[in-house]
């Protein structure tokens, strides 16, 4: 079949009839497609100058969002991600220590969990939750941590750069004045506020933060690890693009939802799950399915070893299903509710859904 | 230009309407797509802080002739700290890549198109001697261009490359954008390190695509360029028996 088949001839003749006839359809093409072109560019411009959505332009917000629709309508979070040989996993590399400002050992940390259905029945129940009082180890200077490269250097938060071991200080000391800010920061929340304490770093509080007074459940550690223990060995994924296998080991989130049920709202479950550092500086949301993912755990080890502060220790969470901004470290509090909540990373300008 | 001291020359139809459109459009929608990619891949591309991380490179071992990318680069693209930005524009665009890459497979298929632009073994040889006549070898300039129909042999390669290219962006990008709920395409692909290193380079091939076939065009000059725009090229007026031998010649060397 030759190509000459296609090539209908719509004008011939002398040079001066073809050349009119093709500046003509030529000028008619280039007006159509100039037009097409400012549609194009009109278009761009709306995305880019629609209206701030913390920190994002809504149209690309929206965008997530329609994004995060079609995988839940498409997958149903039903993947299982790959699992490896202990003898794959490698320690994890540390970014971002929002959080964890102090060496906080176990025998002073409780697991706050708000929400739950019939909690005053419950050995455990406190009326008020929030007045816990988290005992850390006499505070000391953080030590050198990478800088998260998520968020630009000086944006409000007290910066911080190298390598940390167990929060103590090896190098770098947070500023002076960094630090005197944040201190002048938190009294004037704290004058003003229902709040116990309410988010200094660069996202600022949570609208999830509980009220003073906020009855739910104080659980121990050892409460904690009556849940049937489990191992892990998956990759870890962080939006920056780095990837590490990691060796966890933890209780699985759905085994704690299923010992202390949330209260029903309707007759159904609540749609989301919240945590929060107990200093309230980091915060992150979740829909009820990746809660109950398989793979969702409350982590006490890594690498077979007891995890560390600057991992988040005592206790983080990993899912495999969710980029590691939504793992967040040093669990506090865990709350069911029925409103998306506030997340940290999504008042920074990320998406709040960050399926993997 | 077709010599008109002929005095006769015609106006022929040579691609259309739908070839055109998903041409231009994928002008900038790819773009987008590469810039916004870029916006991402800083993120992972720098080495902060001791952290030994593969950052892609050219080189051997421990000698590097180029790290991809250095600072300048990311300075001249105001990429530091706007990952978000990528991410926005690329989750978006992606939906337009895809649309349209998809819908031109189809056409080509539905059309009959896909013929002019599949090669056949002789199109390899072809694009050799192409490539030395366009590199002023004289051996090939002696030689001449060999016969072709529509497009020559390296057209034929480029041409029907990038569509393969296209599908494999899609999916190392599905791979990468969800490697557990479709970890069975991100394991199939190597894992996800391999499936983001594949990305890359089929991006970067995209870029080395785009150099060659913007001064291929230019030298091709107006008459041919204008044909992607308009539809139309100029040729020269031949006399039905030519014709009729001129197609005889092009259909033997298939």
């Known amino acids: 079949m030759s190509e ?85 996993a490698k320690p994890l590399r540390l970014n971002g220590i929002v959080g964890l400002d102090d060496v906080l050992p176990v025998e002073g940390w409780r697991l706050q969990i708000a929400g739950v259905a019939n909690a005053e029945h419950s050995p455990f129940y406190a009326p008020d939750v929030t007045a816990w009082e988290y005992k850390y180890a006499a505070a000391t200077a953080p030590g050198e941590v990478d800088h998260d490269l998520k968020s630009a250097p000086g944006n409000g938060s007290v ?79 962080c939006i920056e693009g780095w990837s590490n296998v990691t060796h966890w080991g933890g209780v699985r989130l759905r085994d704690l939802i299923d010992a202390y049920p949330p209260e029903k709202v309707n007759g159904r479950e609540p749609r989301y799950v919240y945590m929060e550092t107990p200093n309230g500086d980091y915060y992150c949301g979740y829909d009820m399915a990746a809660a109950r993912h398989p793979q969702s755990l409350l982590v006490t080890e890594m690498g077979g070893q007891p995890l560390l502060q600057e991992h988040g220790a005592p206790l983080r969470l990993h899912t495999p299903i969710k980029y590691g901004y939504k793992q967040i470290k040093r669990i506090g509090l865990i709350a069911y509710t029925d409103e998306k909540p506030d997340d940290y990373w999504t008042k920074l300008g990320y998406d709040w859904y960050a399926g993997l | 230009m077709p010599d008109a001291s002929d005095g006769k020359l015609q106006l022929v139809e040579k691609h259309p309407r739908a070839i055109r459109w998903m041409h231009w459009i994928n002008f900038p929608i790819l773009s987008v797509m590469i810039w916004s990619g870029l916006l991402i891949y800083w993120g992972d591309s720098i080495p902060p802080y001791q952290h030994a991380h593969q950052v892609y490179r050219i080189g051997i071992g421990s000698w590097t002739l180029v790290r991809l990318f250095p600072d300048w680069f990311w300075n001249l693209l105001n990429a530091p700290y706007r990952i978000t930005t990528g991410l926005g524009w690329h989750f978006l665009f992606m939906w337009l890549f895809a649309v349209n890459g998809v819908a031109y497979a189809i056409y080509l298929a539905v059309s009959g198109e896909w013929r002019v632009l599949w090669p ?13 006549y366009d590199l002023h070898v004289p051996a090939a300039r002696r030689r001449g261009m060999p016969a072709q129909g529509k497009y020559n042999g390296a057209q034929k390669i480029a041409y029907t490359m990038v569509v393969l290219m296209g599908a494999g962006s899609l999916l190392t ?53 204008r044909a992607m725009v308009s539809g139309y090229e100029i040729q020269q007026a031949v006399s039905s028996k030519q014709e009729a031998a001129d197609v005889q010649a092009v259909d033997g060397s298939e």
């Not at chain 1, 701030?52 to 997958?75: E, G, H, Y």
């Not at chain 2, 040889?125 to 030395?132: F, G």
């Open chain 1, 4 to 88: 000459q088949d296609h090539e209908r001839v719509v004008a011939s003749g002398d040079a001066t009839t073809v050349k009119r006839e093709s500046a003509r359809r030529t000028r008619r093409s280039f007006l159509v497609g100039g037009v097409a072109a400012a549609a194009g560019y009109g278009v761009s411009r709306w995305i880019a100058n629609s209206p701030d959505d913390l920190r994002i332009q809504s149209a690309l917000r929206k965008t997530w969002n329609f994004d995060a629709a079609v995988s839940r309508a498409v997958f149903d979070e039903r993947g299982l991600a790959p699992t490896y040989h202990v003898s794959q």
């Open chain 1, 159 to 237: 910066s911080k750069t190298g390598k940390a071991t167990e929060l103590n200080p090896s190098g770098a000391v947070d500023s002076d004045a960094g630090a005197a800010l944040a201190a002048h920061i938190e009294a004037l929340m704290k004058a003003t506020s229902k709040k116990r304490h309410e988010g200094s770093d660069e996202a600022g509080p949570s609208k999830n933060a509980l009220d003073i007074g906020t009855p739910g459940l104080l659980l121990t550690m050892d409460e904690l690890m009556k849940l049937p223990h489990v191992e892990l060995v998956t990759e870890f994924k």
């Open chain 2, 120 to 132: 056949h073994r002789k199109n390899f040889i072809d694009a050799l001697w192409v490539t030395l």
């Open chain 2, 173 to 225: 990008g599905l791979s990468i954008y969800k490697p557990t709920q479709a970890h069975w395409l991100t394991t199939m692909l190597g894992g996800y390190e391999m499936a983001r290193w594949e990305h890359f380079w089929l991006t970067m091939g995209f870029c080395g695509f785009f150099l060659v076939h913007v001064a291929q065009v230019a030298m091709a000059g107006w008459n041919n360029f």
